[in-house]
Antibody
């Protein structure tokens, strides 16, 4: 059974940093691209970014709203993907989901972790 | 960036009805279109990819169609568990983008 479990969310002040983790199980993690998607309170889904697999050099893509502030990385030996967030803004407040991609499209989602940016 | 526009933003229907949600891309995306279902307080669930292919385990009352710019999600014979918010997403080019969502409510 595919499982994705996010952790690391919490309250952080504007300008601060936070690192989210997503632990994967139930599939060959190293084969898959992994995404981060967020959802601000009461709002729709926003794609944050993607890390490709080793075969594609672990390259990454980002939404313009987070490029230069957020970094996605992965550790295939730990079956984990990470979202390092810096220079956080109040508008980054959201539930952050990690998601597995099968090919290019997402097929499984984690349960999400809440990040609140507030003073 | 490619903009995805869903319509309607909300709709209400009876159990047993058939409903259709549309999604329009601001430029052609071939068939790189996915649909997701989200219930309140829950993570999204993947329903359809490649515009018309059902994810494993998704009931056959869900169907998708379209190519290029215009796409539809149809739910036939609505069940109580289908009342949720639905999102389309293009994955033709980065950054991937979602529609604003369509809230399906029970009448």
């Amino acid at each position: 059974e595919v499982q994705l479990v996010e952790s690391g969310g919490g309250l952080v002040q504007p300008g601060g940093s936070l690192r989210l983790s997503c632990a994967a199980s139930g599939f060959t993690f190293s084969d898959h691209y992994m995404d981060w998607v967020r959802q601000a309170p009461g709002k729709g889904l926003e794609w944050v970014g993607r890390t490709r697999n080793k075969a594609n050099s672990y390259t990454t893509e980002y939404a313009a709203s987070v490029k230069g502030r957020f970094t996605i990385s992965r550790d295939d030996s730990k079956n984990s993907v990470y979202l390092q967030m810096t220079s956080l803004k109040t508008e980054d407040t959201a539930v952050y989901y990690c998601a597995r991609a099968q090919g290019l499209q997402v097929d499984y989602w984690g349960q999400g972790t809440l990040v609140t940016v507030s003073s | 960036d490619i903009q995805m526009t869903q319509s309607p933003s909300s709709l209400s229907a009876f159990v047993g009805d058939s409903v259709t949600i549309t999604c329009r891309a601001s430029q052609g995306i071939s068939n790189y279109l996915a649909w997701f279902q989200q219930k309140p307080g829950k993570a999204p669930k993947s329903l359809i990819y490649a515009a018309s292919s059902l994810q494993s385990g998704v009931p056959s009352r869900f169907s998708g169609s379209g190519s290029g710019r215009d796409f539809t999600l149809t739910i036939s014979s609505l069940q109580p568990e289908d009342f949720a918010t639905y999102y389309c997403q293009q994955y033709n080019s980065y950054p991937y983008t979602f529609g604003q969502g369509t809230k399906l409510e029970i009448k």
